[in-house]
């Protein structure tokens, strides 16, 4: 039977956070404050004891949308997924939640692989907790769901090698365009909060040549600011004779430094300056003793068709391991309302987009 504690303290939660296999920056204190503070997602931070031993942890983002409340954990729970007991008492325990709030639905997405490896090739290998997670979520009535709120895929380098054996393990092509940036004069720097506007500018470029939207400046300086000040997060940019060329930002947290931003520049692309920022990205993270840098996105489908195939020929250039992940997945204890939203939420996201 797991006990329930409520934590409203930043400095507790973060460390008993740290000392769980698998702790995620999405499941901070700094992220829940951030979604409270910009997009209204109200957090409740759970830890789940057995006797005195915190053994899972929950950061619970609930949010109303006129009578119907929603929640969602991203990223999370996290606890040792591999311990089927403690596996289905912290399912059992989330779907309590769930109906005492009166909530539609609770979404949650662990960072758990299903797979790893290229599907179908020589080295895809299942993950045997992921595999029994999605097998007991079906058999309680968790559903996939249709909003894959994050990344399902990604592509994670093990740090324990040697920058040398690093730069080894990459491509010919990524290492040949590492050495022409620093020949073609690329210098790359770290970055701090008296930079943002300069990032925002970056970032708002990329954003229009790529076709992606972006938020209002005031959004990321609440993102990349209190990241950066809270030591969550490290800006780095490449600059050619003090012009910035590219940018990264990097979140970091328990043994893993995340790749969650970048932007460029149209100007001076033939400096290559993204495979020099990457490279020195993952020699920053290395010598901060980070165990894995995630590069935070690979495709759903393996083929030219997904929209990220141009983004992961970049990234798989660095090599590492493709990690499949078990996705998002939502309980709802009312089937019917939950097939209701479903089919109503993507026409209300249209007219607001309209408005």
Known sequence: MLRQQEIHDRADWNARLRNLSGAHVLQT???????????????????????????????IGMRRHG??????????????????????????????????HGALWLKIDPDLPLASGLPGA??????????????????????????????????????????????????????????????????????GVDDLDMLYGLYRITGARDGFLIRPAAYY???????????????????????????????HFGERCFYFYGASTNEQRQRLPNHLLQW???????AQGYRLYDLWGAPDV???????????????????????????WDYAPSPLFYRLWNAAWPRLQRLRRLR
Not at 40 to 58: D, F, N
């Open 29 to 59: 204190w700094e992220w829940g404050e951030f979604k409270r503070v910009t997009t209204g997602w109200q957090p409740l931070r759970l830890a789940l004891l057995q006797g005195k031993q915190t053994v899972a942890m929950v950061s």
């Open 67 to 100: 009578p119907l409340r929603v929640m969602y954990a991203p990223r999370g729970p996290i606890l040792a997924w591999e311990d089927a007991t403690l596996r289905a008492a912290v399912l059992e325990h989330l779907q309590g939640i769930t109906r005492r």
């Open 122 to 191: 020589v080295e895809d290998r299942p993950h045997p907790p992921g595999q029994a997670l999605v097998q007991e979520l079906g058999a309680r009535g968790w559903r996939l769901s249709a909003d894959q709120v994050q990344f399902r895929n990604s592509i994670q380098i093990d740090l324990s090698a040697s920058e040398d054996e690093l730069l080894a393990s990459f491509s010919p092509n990524t290492r040949r365009k590492i050495r022409l940036a620093e020949r073609r004069e690329v210098q790359v720097r770290v970055a």
């Open 221 to 251: 300086r609440q993102a990349w600011g209190d990241f950066l000040q809270a030591g969550l997060a490290q800006a780095m940019i490449a600059e050619y004779r003090g012009v910035p060329l590219a940018q990264v930002i990097l979140f």
């Open 280 to 286: 020195e990205a993952i020699r920053w993270a290395r």
């Open 302 to 328: 393996f083929d030219e068709s997904d929209p990220l195939w141009g983004v992961y020929g970049f990234k798989r250039g660095f090599r590492g391991r493709i990690t499949r992940g078990v996705g998002a």
